[in-house]
């Protein structure tokens, strides 16, 4: 494996999924601090990996980047189901680029990715209709498990996907 130290903007953009998707459980004061401890976390991986490189972590300042809009704000569940999609793409990344050293499952950053990732598959179209578990046959509606797919996938409801 390879890794990498991402970009200051790219843990603003985890920082800022985690203030508009978990903002009752944060507070604001602390998401700088949140950064921080991801921005380490990654640097130590980095160094653990590339131990002839010094790079020292920098102090970090947080900086909001650009979020869609609520779909019940502003009626567009795509837009914010794209921000969703991305959510998962920064941290896919994030955590190849951060997962090196020896203690990474047992982080604060571990934690906080593994968290975000389940905040956000909630908030999917399609999940909280998706039955639990998929039979072989056709379930009370009469939907087979394997057509769990082709049923979910003509969503019309925009209140299925809620910041």
């Known amino acids: 494996m390879s890794a990498w130290i991402v970009s200051k903007t790219h843990i603003d953009a985890i920082v800022t999924a985690i203030a508009k998707l978990r903002a009752r459980e944060v507070d604001p004061d602390d998401l700088p601090k949140i950064g921080q401890r991801l921005w380490e976390e990654n640097h130590r991986s980095f160094r653990h ?46 955590e190849y680029q951060s997962c090196e050293h020896p203690e990474w499952p047992e982080s604060l950053a571990h934690e906080v990715c593994q968290r975000l990732r389940a905040a956000v598959c909630a908030m999917l179209p399609g999940y909280e209709q998706t039955p639990w578990g998929l039979e072989d046959g056709p379930d009370d509606r009469g939907v087979r498990g394997a057509d769990v797919f082709v049923v979910l996938a003509p969503y019309e409801s925009r209140e299925e996907v809620k910041p």
């Open 49 to 94: 990996r590339y131990p002839k490189h010094e790079v020292q972590c920098p102090e970090y300042t947080y900086t909001p980047v650009k979020w869609p809009a609520s779909p019940s704000e502003s009626g567009d569940v795509r837009a914010f189901a794209c921000a969703l999609g991305a959510v998962c793409k920064l941290l896919a990344c994030y």
